[in-house]
């Protein structure tokens, strides 16, 4: 193992190799400018640094490594050490600093404490990508999921909030979210913002984007007040200086997205967070994707909720609503500091902003898919509410996005919806002008891609029955 550290007058490098360990040291100032305020750490892995260490190192005169150029006696330790050359991802190199400094104070889950006791940081060097490869490989709910991602991006690309969200590919409204901490209010503003006058990053503006990925600081060159989300709600509310958002996309439908955001005493988010966010837009999409649509369990289909009302008036509150509806803001997530769901603000708003009714898909906590519908009331005084439908989505609405959750190709997708219309292969084959044989072919593949063995299985499955 190979620990870089810096102290107050020279950089100490140890290396731990099965024969013992060696120390070497070197004068921080001999030839190599001044000492900027230094990373936590950085990492060296085989013949390249990630793309976030490598600014990081960079930007950073301090750091002796790799660019910067390792003084001959750490070149040759590091070489006898073994572990740079020759070994493939996943290798055992740990390169770890403190500084006197106090900033950073944080890398994502790594504390400064943990960095001053144990002078080394053990994270493996793997992308962030190839990370969530594994940590997402699993049967999880949506909640896990959100919970896997904030806290793996939190071990590349250091934030001091951030929120997760769900968006129906449909609409491109957001149905669910999941924050890092409360900040002690609902999700009017948030919504109000989001679907308001068009701003810069807007998740559907970065969904048309390539890749969907965004930081405020530097697509506004430094003057992120330029956004009139910056200039409302981030900085004068929560004190955020600086955003990077993503969406998460898969064969060309939008399933969520994240936003972090730092504050004043962190630098902006840069090209090297970006590219990291880049790096999982597809893999999160296609995870996105699949937990939607896992079987839930021990759900009843048949069970509805029967049809809820709500009405909405122009500052958000619930001015009248029906028996069922109070069951039915429950199952969507309940009220959150006495504010509706994510999901009802979030179409309130953007049936507000738009003049017009709008209709999104919600998959709820427990599993269920809800259709809420939004439409403007009118009325003497100039009413601005909103009445909000919220019902059971049948079964075959759910069929197309089920299908392109699972990522089927369109001709996958069209031998599909016939088998859910209970065609036989002679009916398949006669209908897309394909032998019988061809759709046999199709058929193992769409089973193995939707993880079912019949033709049964294979509409219990998209029906969510």
Not at 93 to 118: F, H, I, M, N
Not at 289 to 295: M, P, Q, V
Not at 358 to 376: D, E, F, K, N, Q
Not at 420 to 434: E, K, V, Y
Request: with cysteine; net charge negative; charged share 20%.
């Amino acid at each position: 193992m190979v620990v870089v550290q810096q102290t107050a007058h020279q950089h100490q490098m140890r290396v731990d190799a099965p024969g013992g360990t060696a120390r070497a040291g070197w004068d921080p100032g001999h030839g190599l400018g001044s000492q900027p305020e230094l990373p936590k750490y950085c990492g060296v892995d085989d013949d390249h640094v990630s793309d976030v260490d490598q600014r990081s190192l960079d930007d950073c005169d301090g750091w002796v490594c790799r660019r910067a150029g390792l003084p001959p006696v750490g070149t040759i330790l590091l070489k006898a050490a073994g572990r740079i050359r020759g070994r493939g991802v996943g290798h055992e190199v740990t390169v770890a600093a403190t500084c006197g400094s106090g900033y950073p104070r944080k890398l994502g889950s790594c504390s400064w404490r943990r960095l001053v006791d144990d002078e080394q940081v053990n994270t493996p060097w793997r992308s962030l990508a190839d990370l969530l490869v594994d940590a997402t490989a699993g049967d999880q709910d949506v909640s896990t999921l959100a919970h896997v991602v904030q806290t793996s991006v939190a071990r590349y690309v250091r934030y001091d909030f951030a929120c997760f969200a769900v968006t129906d590919p449909a609409s491109g409204l957001v149905t669910w979210a999941s924050k890092t901490r409360s900040l002690g209010v609902g999700d009017e503003e948030f919504a109000a913002v989001e679907y308001g006058p068009p701003d810069l990053n807007s998740f559907a503006e970065l969904a048309i984007r390539n890749p969907p990925v965004g930081a405020l600081s530097m697509d506004t060159d430094g003057h992120p007040e330029r956004c009139r989300r910056y200039r409302e709600l981030m900085r004068p509310r929560f004190g955020f200086t600086d955003e990077l958002r993503v969406v998460f996309t898969s064969r060309g439908l939008a399933w969520g997205g994240m936003a972090l955001y730092r504050t004043h005493d962190e630098p902006p988010f840069n090209a090297g967070d970006v590219d990291q966010l880049a790096g999982i837009v597809g893999l999160l999409g296609a995870a996105l994707a699949r937990s939607l649509f896992r079987l839930a369990p021990h759900l009843d289909p048949a069970v509805g909720l029967g049809q809820a009302v709500l009405i909405v008036d122009g500052a958000d509150n619930v001015t009248h609503l029906t028996a069922s509806a109070e069951t039915a803001v429950k199952e969507l997530g309940g009220w959150e500091h006495r504010s509706l769901p994510a999901s009802v603000l979030h179409l309130v708003a953007s049936t507000r902003a738009r003049g017009v009714g709008a209709t999104t898909l919600v998959h709820t906590p427990a599993g269920r898919w809800l259709s809420l519908r939004a439409a403007p009331l009118t009325g003497p005084g100039g009413s601005n509410d909103t009445v909000v439908t919220i019902d059971t989505t049948p079964r075959t609405a759910l069929s197309r996005l089920a299908l392109a959750a699972h990522g089927l190709t369109a001709r996958e997708e069209d031998v599909t919806l016939l088998v859910l219309h209970g065609a036989s292969t002679q009916s398949i084959a006669a209908a897309l002008h394909l032998s019988p044989h061809t759709v046999q072919d199709h058929l193992k593949k769409i089973f193995g891609k939707v993880g079912v063995t019949s033709r049964r299985e294979l509409t219990a499955s998209l029906t969510l029955g």
